[in-house]
């Protein structure tokens, strides 16, 4: 049975850091990209970041750029999200998500997580 798991979220000053994990098990990561979404209450979700499955790759979505980064350790089944100078438009939930090739949108991803909050407090 395939599981992701986030962890890491929580509550952060604007402008903090916060790195999110997803701790994988039931696949083999290196055969698959890692995706990161994030869900605000009321909007549709949205693709954050991504990381094919070789890790040479990764996509970035709006707003993102130069804060957030993306990684995966094989060895370890994990993915990670650090997420730098945090905003108050970053409050969301935020999925990780695993697919065999590395897209932008949602529906491209076979596993979920059961996501993550994270509140950007001023």
């Known amino acids: 049975q395939v599981r992701l798991v986030e962890s890491g979220g929580g509550l952060v000053q604007a402008g903090g850091s916060l790195r999110l994990s997803c701790s994988v098990s039931g696949l083999t990561l290196s055969d698959y990209a890692v995706g990161w979404f994030r869900q605000a209450p009321g909007a549709e979700r949205k693709f954050v970041q991504g990381?094919?499955?070789?890790?040479?790759?990764?996509y970035h979505g709006d707003g993102v750029k130069g804060r957030f980064f993306t990684s995966k350790d094989d060895a370890k089944n994990m993915g990670y999200l650090q997420m730098n100078t945090l905003k108050l438009e970053d409050t969301a939930t935020y999925y990780c998500?695993?697919?065999?090739?590395?897209?932008?949108?949602?529906?491209?991803?076979?596993?979920w997580g059961q996501g993550a909050q994270v509140t950007v407090s001023s």
């Open positions: 998500a695993a697919s065999q090739y590395l897209d932008m949108v949602p529906q491209s991803y076979e596993y």
């Open positions: 990381i094919s499955k070789n890790g040479v790759v990764t």
